[in-house]
């Protein structure tokens, strides 16, 4: 990532100092949860699904072409919320997601950070989009989940609650009884950034390219990492 997208040493300080409370979004900041298992295969085999049934029509064309699995969830849940027909496509996505949990590429420096946030007292939550179940399963493989249980929350059948809706960061925060000041939301998507601002927790984008950066950036977020290892530093120091 460009050097000029990097905030300063001092920012990055601060934001960790008054968090007592660290709001983690999974994919992207912890792993790359499609790594060896493509999101784009599975967003087809969805629509592919819907088709076979006789949904062709439930889709728009943008949609269909979006080869984002969540755009598909979430298009069906505006046409037929609470259905039997989203809780069968929810699942259907769920166990993707726990195929793809075994190859999933760890984020550099996030194991580490992780488990030194933990060690210097403070508290971590999971706030995402994916399912919890592939969460911890992913956690268990790294030995990370005592960091983070019980303070696991994802995606549910109410699917309008996926982020921007800040209804996941909410339930951390409660759960966990914390200020949305003395807290930090890390997360790779301009979605993290607006759930984020609607819950009033201070934001830190990571971004592992250029592409990621720009649109975090363009979405307002005025701290954003293309690495973990200075946040590791900083809470080491």
Excluded at 193 to 199: F, I, K, N, V, W
Aim: glycine share 6%; with cysteine.
């Amino acid at each position: 990532m460009a050097e000029d997208t990097e905030p300063d040493t001092e920012k990055i300080r601060e934001l960790i100092t008054r968090a007592r409370v660290v709001l983690w979004d999974f994919d992207g900041p912890i792993c790359r949860l499609f790594a060896g298992h493509s999101a784009e295969r599975v967003a087809t085999e969805l629509v592919e699904w819907l088709e076979g049934r006789g949904l062709h029509g439930l889709l728009t064309e943008p949609e269909r072409q979006s080869l984002d699995p969540h755009v598909v969830l979430r298009a069906v849940d505006r046409r037929h919320p609470g259905s039997d027909l989203v809780a069968e496509l929810e699942e259907r996505l769920t166990q993707e997601e726990l195929r793809a949990a075994s190859s999933a590429m760890p984020t550099a420096y996030a194991d580490p950070l992780i488990r030194t946030w933990t060690a210097i007292g403070s508290r971590l939550a999971i706030a995402t989009n994916n399912s919890p179940r592939v969460v911890r399963k992913y956690l268990m493989s790294r030995d990370l989940v005592s960091c983070f249980t019980p303070h696991i929350y994802g995606r549910t059948q109410d699917l309008h609650h996926l982020k921007p809706h800040p209804h996941c960061l909410n339930r951390a925060l409660s759960a966990m009884g914390a200020a949305p000041s003395a807290s930090l939301m890390i997360g790779d998507a301009p979605s993290d950034l607006e759930a984020a601002l609607q819950a009033g927790v201070p934001f830190l984008g990571y971004a592992r390219n250029g592409q990621k950066a720009k649109l975090l950036m363009e979405a307002g977020a005025d701290a954003v990492v293309g690495s973990l290892e200075p946040l590791l530093k900083s809470v080491r120091g």
